[in-house]
């Protein structure tokens, strides 16, 4: 059982950057994927990017690429997303999501898996970005 709180989330306005924190409650979060995604009212669920919380390896999904940066602490067990250069289309809950990943799996495991293959998820912080 891994427990996720997204924290960091907020209002902002256009142009501004917030960043958002995953802290995972489990003694080794070593084997992980750590995804973030998010959700506007109405529309489907989309990936940003993912972790992988073994070496860091983060791959960038389309929907913020080049604006985002994910990372991850291992002192703090936790995963961190810098959002810059933040637009209104960006309002959404965010959420992090854990994948276990076998021991014999690399990084490149965590490329592009959808949000139904996640089976542990935090409860969602709110941003908002206002014109």
């Known amino acids: 059982q891994v427990n996720l709180v997204e924290s960091g989330g907020g209002s902002v306005q256009a142009g501004r950057s917030l960043k958002l924190s995953c802290q995972l409650t489990?003694?080794?979060?070593?084997?992980?994927?750590i995804g973030w995604f998010r959700q506007a009212p109405g529309k489907e669920r989309e990936a940003v990017a993912t972790?992988?919380?073994?070496?860091?390896?983060?791959f960038y999904d389309d929907s913020m690429k080049g604006r985002v940066t994910s990372s991850r602490d291992p002192t703090k067990g936790e995963v961190n997303l810098q959002m810059n250069r933040l637009k209104p289309e960006d309002t959404a809950m965010y959420y992090c999501?854990?994948?276990?990943?076998?021991?014999?799996?690399?990084?490149?495991?965590?490329?592009?898996?959808?949000?139904?293959?996640?089976?542990?998820w935090g409860q969602g912080t709110q941003v908002t970005v206002s014109s």
């Open positions: 999501a854990a994948l276990r990943v076998g021991v014999f799996q690399t990084g490149t495991y965590c490329r592009q898996k959808p949000a139904r293959a996640y089976t542990y």
């Open positions: 489990e003694r080794d979060s070593t084997l992980y994927c």
């Open positions: 972790t992988y919380f073994a070496d860091g390896t983060t």
